[in-house]
């Protein structure tokens, strides 16, 4: 197979898999869903690939919908470990070391951490867990806002000047401006469930005015996948009752409307879901 159909075949194959979660948070289809996945695919290491890219939200319909792990399902997330080995160490986050690999390792141990929750729900996520006994380990570090202070008392519509510019502004002191700093959050959108804890949950709840001009702008450009990642940390920050500077549900319904696929489906779904678990 060449390295072009790979990697098409691999990204039907996540496609397929979001369909098949959103589904099941829906309440559509049956049991095992990711181990029928792997099962009827003409290509299984494709599958189970997608099992990695889909990552952490193959449990939203366990999180969020209160639907059983089937064990089938655990043991197809654990071969996608097996046949996908994560690194034994997690490596460093930017800048020290590359984004990506560190993006990853975030997002592999978030799916280790609730492989392990939804086959034993005693089993807290996070720290405080068992983190020794994933799959994958935790990394260090989250996504620095360069001025926290600036992001959090600046008003959201003075910085929107550039929305339609394409513009990809630098880094201004140790970490990156709130535009790019909101789209790394989106990168890690996956983390954004409940069950999970850790220093990415705390860079969200420190600074949801960044986040709402993040998602804000995202939409102005009309990036409505990276919209709808970054409005899920809004979304999650609002059903734990951390105050937020705009209502995400109006962003959700926008989104919804605007359709996109199901990777995108599934984000708005699992964001709408979290709203509707909202605490008082």
Request: proline share 11%.
């Amino acid at each position: 197979m060449s390295p072009d159909r790979s990697q098409t075949a691999y990204a039907e194959s996540a496609a397929g898999l979001a369909s098949r979660a959103l589904d099941a948070l829906q309440g559509i289809g049956g049991t095992a869903m990711v181990a029928q996945h792997v099962e009827r695919a003409e290509d299984p290491k494709a599958a189970l690939a997608a099992i990695r890219v889909v990552g952490a939200d193959l449990f939203a319909p366990c999180l969020l919908g209160g639907a059983a792990l089937h064990p089938q399902d655990a043991a197809a997330v654990a071969q996608s470990f097996a046949v996908f080995p994560p690194a034994l160490s997690p490596p460093p986050p930017p800048p020290e070391g590359a984004a990506e690999p560190w993006l990853v390792a975030w997002r592999d141990w978030a799916t280790a951490a609730l492989l392990a929750r939804c086959a034993d729900p005693a089993e807290p996520a996070g720290p405080g867990g068992a983190d020794e006994g994933l799959l994958a380990p935790r990394p260090s570090g989250a996504p620095v806002l360069a001025d926290i202070a600036q992001a959090t008392a600046a008003g959201a519509g003075a910085d929107l000047a550039d929305a339609g510019s394409g513009t990809r502004p630098d880094a201004t002191g140790p970490g990156t401006d709130w535009r790019q700093w909101s789209v790394r959050m989106g990168q890690l959108s996956t983390l954004a469930l409940p069950g999970l804890a850790g220093p990415v949950h705390d860079a969200a709840r420190a600074a949801p005015l960044a986040l709402a001009r993040g998602a804000t702008r995202a939409v102005l450009r009309r990036d409505f996948p990276t919209a709808a990642r970054i409005v899920r940390w809004l979304a999650l920050l609002k059903a734990e009752s951390v105050p937020v500077p705009l209502d995400p549900a109006p962003l959700v319904e926008h989104l919804r409307l605007h359709g996109g696929g199901p990777r995108l489906a599934l984000d708005v779904a699992i964001a709408g879901r979290l709203l509707a678990t909202e605490t008082s």
